[in-house]
């Protein structure tokens, strides 16, 4: 179901509410016929239609979500999105875009957000997305803004990777790779697990590009010394582990690069 003057909407859901989300999207039709099919999957949705409004919502409100288009007037949603992280605002963000080249969506990956949807899009689509950003929310992928694991440190509001003082260049889904694997460390996470956590939104990717960007991953984390082992778990999918138990929990190596 795509968004047009007769497009279908989706069926009434039932239950109690479940995400409090703000959407700042200055185009006021699209904005209330967005805001009518989110409360009808109960969703409590609060509009506003700037980005100097979006961020005085979003700094003192409690949101679970914040909808951001980009093509805002005075501040856009990549300024607001970077504001945001750059003051401590965790909340997940999805970026509404009518940019459809990569490195604009990359650019917004970058500065913060948490996943992009493109313009014109089905409803059908943004309600998947927003569970799939609740489904990470759930299982404690919010609440921290930095990981460690050996010599290794992920900075989830700057985006940086660091092997001790050295920073390490990810693409944004190198990055979010990464961070799955941060959080579940010594556990052998299977290939459909890493998928539909890193790759929610994408329906037409199978398990194998798993296998692709762990290689691409493991290429540029283990050249460092003390960093994670990327570890292929025969059978099974990938395990990112660090032998040494005094490293977990952030102090260095003292040895050599690791084998």
């Known amino acids: 179901m795509r968004i047009g003057k007769n497009a279908p909407r989706p069926t009434q859901s039932k239950g109690e509410p479940t995400m409090h989300i703000l ?9 209330k016929r967005m805001q ?17 409004s979006a961020i005085l919502q979003a700094e003192g409100g409690s949101f679970d979500c ?7 007037p005075e501040m856009n949603g990549i300024a607001v999105c970077r504001w945001l992280r750059e003051h401590e605002v965790t909340t997940p963000i999805l970026l509404l875009t009518a940019l459809s080249s990569v490195h604009d969506k ?17 409803f059908d689509e943004l309600l998947a997305r927003l569970r799939a950003l609740e489904r990470r929310k759930d299982t404690g992928f919010q609440g921290t803004t930095s990981l460690h694991l050996g010599s290794l440190s992920l900075h989830l ?7 001790d003082a050295v920073t390490i260049e990810l693409t944004a889904r190198e990055f979010a790779l990464l961070e799955y694997l941060l959080r579940h460390p010594h556990r052998a996470m299977t290939r459909n697990q890493i998928l539909s956590a890193v790759w929610p939104s994408d329906t037409d ?3 194998t590009v798993v ?48 084998l």
Do not use: W
């Open 66 to 72: 914040l909808i951001l288009d980009i093509l805002l």
């Open 23 to 31: 959407l700042v999207e200055d185009d006021a039709r699209l904005a």
């Open 106 to 122: 990359v650019h917004g990956l970058d500065t913060g957000a948490d996943d992009y949807l493109t313009k014109p899009f089905s």
């Open 157 to 163: 509001l700057t985006h940086r990777v660091q092997a």
């Open 36 to 52: 009518r099919v989110l409360s009808e999957e109960r969703h409590t949705v609060e509009v506003v239609g700037d980005g100097k």
């Open 205 to 207: 990717v199978n398990s």
């Open 211 to 258: 296998d692709t960007y762990i290689h691409y991953l493991r290429s540029k984390i283990e050249a460092y010394p003390g960093t994670p082992e990327l570890r292929t778990i025969r059978s099974v999918g990938y395990m990112l582990t660090y032998s040494s138990r005094e490293n977990e929990v952030g102090f260095p190596q003292t040895g050599g690069k690791k």
